[in-house]
C-alpha cells in the first residue's frame, strides 16, 4: 500500500518544484537561526538569496559529523529550547555523542516516513508489530514505534536483550510483523528452528536495518521464516530510521525527497556524481525544524537512480549499501569507530595503545573481541592480577561504545605496526 | 631467596616452545618451569642458571618478562614432608600464590619454590621450623 500517493507518486518536476521551495525556505530559516551555518555561508560568500532553487544546492557548505561534534550538544539547534520536545544521541567517533534533537513537528514527520515505510512493506492497522531494536537515546526503537502506532498498527516494545520472551510474546500473541537488525532476525529465525516452534509463528512481514545486510541475507531470513524482508535506512542526524526503505520490488532504497534532498558526490573531489555512479551519500533536510542540515556527509558509499520504480513510485532510489568511506563499523546495529576503543586504550596505563578489532559473526551475532598487548612495565606474573586488568579493559572499552567486548591480552609487539595507516580491524563478517 | 623469570604467553600453540627456543639457543640452563594457564594466556615461570642474561634476551625477542624473588625450600623426598611445610606457612597466616619443585639438582635434595603474600617473613618462619630456604647460588650448581 501507497501511504502517502501525493507525495510518494509525484512527478519528477513536481519533486524538484516542491524542493526548490522548501529550500529557499529552509536555507532562510537556517541563515537566521544558526550561527554556524552563517558564520560559514559568510565565510563562503553566499547569501539566502543566492538560493533560489535546487539547482544552487551545491552552493551550501557539506556539514560532518566533526561539525555536530565541534557544536555539542545543542550548537546546531535551529529552534529554542522549549519548542524540543526529545532528545536522541547516537556514539561520536572520540567520546563525545551525536546529539539530535526533535520538535513536536520533527515527530511528527518522522512518524509520516515510517508508516510509510511500514505501508510500503504491507503492514496496515491489523498487524501486531514487535519492535525490536534499542529503545533509548538510539533512534531505532522509538522511531519505529511512533510510526508503527501512527499508522495504526499494535505495537509491541520488545526492545533488545531478551529472545526467550521475544518468541514466548511472537507466539502468544500472534505478531504479525517485527522491526530489527537482520543479523538478529536470522538468530531469532535460529532460535524458532531449535525449539520447532517456526510453523507455528504468525509473523508475515520483517522490517530490517541498522546495519548492512545483502539480498542473499534478505532470501535466507524469507526462506527460513516463510516472511516478506524489506530494508530500512535512517541516520539519526537526518532523522532517524525511516529516511529511505525498500519496496517489494527491492531495487533499491526509495527516499523521502520531499523532506531530504539526496546527491551522491565524490568523497575525493566532493564533485557530484553521475546517475549511476558509487560514491558518498549526502543528504540535505527540508522540513526539520530542530536540527537542519545542509549536505550532511553519511559516509556511506551508494548511487543513485531517478527511474520510475515498478511499484509506482517517482521518488529516487538509492541502492544497497557498497560500504563506508570511513572506517565506521557497525556491530549490532551499534556504530562504532576504532578511534573509540583508542582512546579509551589510552586512558588505561597498563596497556599500550596497539589494539586489534576483530568483528565476527557467530549464530548470527555480532562479537567484537579487543586484543591489546601487555606492557612489560606493568605485567603482572599473577593470574588474578592480569585476569582484573583485562576485566578492567573490557569495562572501560564497554562504556566507551555501548558494547559487550571480549578483551585478549597478547605478547608486546604481536600486533602489526605499520608506517601509514595501521590495519586495526579484521572483520570475518561475510555479507554473502 | 632465589630468582625466577613469568613469561606472558598467548595460549596458543608453539608460544612455550617459542621461549625455550630463546634459551636453547644461548645455553641457558632450565632448572625448573611451571606454567599457569587460562583459557586466553599464559605465565610461563622458570627457574634457570642465569636469570639476568635470560631476561635480556627475552626482552629483546618481544616477551614480556618479569624477574622475581621467591622462597625455595629444601624438602627431603618423604611422605609428609610437604604437607608439614605447609602447615608451618598456613599457621603464620601466609596466602600462598603459588608453589613448584625444582627437582633437578645434581646430587642434592629437591627444592620447593613458593610464592606468597610476604615472602620475607615466610622464609623466616620456615628457617625457625628448621627447613632449609636456599640461594640463589644453590639453584645455579
Known sequence: ?432 | MIKQLSVFVQNEIGSLAGVTTVLKDNMINLRAIASFDTPEFAILRMVVDQPEKAKTLLNENGFAVKMSEAVAVELEDKPGELDRMLQTIAAAKLGINYIYSIVVRSGKIPLMVINTENLEKTAVVLEQNGFIVAEQEDVIA
Not at chain 1, 531470513?221 to 525498500?246: C, M, R, T
Not at chain 1, 586489534?356 to 612489560?376: A, G, K, P, S
Open chain 1, 1 to 432: 500500500m501507497i501511504w502517502n500517493e501525493t507525495k510518494e507518486c509525484m512527478s519528477r518536476d513536481e519533486i524538484r518544484n516542491l524542493q526548490s521551495a522548501r529550500l529557499v525556505k529552509m536555507v532562510n530559516r537556517v541563515y537566521h537561526n544558526v550561527e554556524f551555518y552563517r558564520k560559514k555561508m559568510q565565510e563562503m560568500g553566499i547569501e539566502p538569496g543566492d538560493i533560489n532553487g535546487i539547482e544552487d544546492l551545491s552552493k551550501l557548505p557539506f556539514t560532518t559529523k566533526e561539525d555536530l561534534r565541534n557544536n555539542y550538544p545543542f550548537g546546531l539547534f535551529a529552534v529554542p529550547q522549549s519548542e524540543i520536545v526529545r532528545i536522541h544521541a547516537s556514539s561520536g567517533t572520540t567520546g563525545k555523542a551525536t546529539v539530535v534533537g526533535y520538535t513536536r513537528k520533527d515527530i511528527a514527520l518522522w512518524q509520516e516516513c515510517v508508516a510509510r515505510v511500514l505501508a510500503m512493506a504491507g503492514i496496515g492497522p491489523q498487524d501486531k508489530i514487535q519492535v525490536a531494536y534499542g529503545y533509548g537515546l538510539f533512534t531505532g526503537g522509538l522511531g519505529l514505534h511512533y510510526g508503527a502506532e501512527n499508522l495504526g498498527a499494535t505495537v509491541i516494545p520488545m526492545s533488545t536483550g531478551n529472545t526467550q520472551k521475544l518468541i514466548t510474546m511472537m507466539l502468544d500473541f500472534g505478531a504479525t510483523a517485527i522491526a530489527c537488525t537482520p543479523s538478529y532476525l536470522l538468530h531469532i529465525a535460529e532460535t524458532l528452528e531449535e525449539a520447532g516452534q517456526i510453523d507455528n509463528i504468525k509473523l508475515k512481514v520483517a522490517i530490517c536495518g541498522a546495519e548492512p545486510w545483502t539480498d542473499n541475507m534478505r532470501r535466507e531470513i524469507e526462506q527460513k521464516l516463510h516472511i516478506k524482508a524489506f530494508d530500512i535506512y535512517g541516520l539519526s542526524e537526518i532523522l532517524g530510521p525511516g529516511v529511505a526503505a525498500d519496496c517489494e520490488y527491492h531495487k533499491g532504497l526509495h527516499v523521502y525527497e520531499d523532506h531530504f534532498i539526496p546527491e551522491i558526490i565524490n568523497p575525493e573531489t566532493l564533485e557530484p556524481c553521475r546517475e549511476g555512479e558509487v560514491g558518498e551519500l549526502v543528504f540535505t533536510t527540508l522540513t526539520k525544524e530542530a536540527l537542519p542540515l545542509f549536505r550532511y556527509r553519511t559516509k556511506d558509499l551508494t548511487s543513485i537512480s531517478y527511474d520510475k520504480c515498478e511499484c509506482g513510485r517517482t521518488l529516487a532510489r538509492i541502492s544497497r549499501f557498497k560500504g563506508r568511506s570511513d572506517d565506521m563499523l557497525i556491530i549490532r546495529g551499534v556504530n562504532v569507530f576504532p578511534s573509540q576503543i583508542e582512546t579509551a586504550l589510552l586512558e588505561i596505563a597498563e596497556v599500550s595503545p596497539h589494539y586489534m578489532m576483530i568483528v565476527d559473526r557467530i549464530n548470527n551475532l555480532d562479537t567484537l573481541e579487543v586484543q591489546v598487548e601487555v606492557e612489560e612495565r606493568f605485567f603482572s606474573d599473577e593470574i588474578k592480577e592480569l585476569e582484573g586488568l583485562t576485566k578492567k579493559i573490557a569495562h572501560a572499552l564497554q562504556n566507551a561504545i555501548g558494547l559487550a567486548v571480549k578483551v585478549k591480552l597478547v605478547e608486546p609487539k604481536t600486533i602489526e605496526r605499520s608506517e601509514g595507516k595501521a590495519k586495526r580491524v579484521i572483520d570475518k563478517r561475510k555479507l554473502i
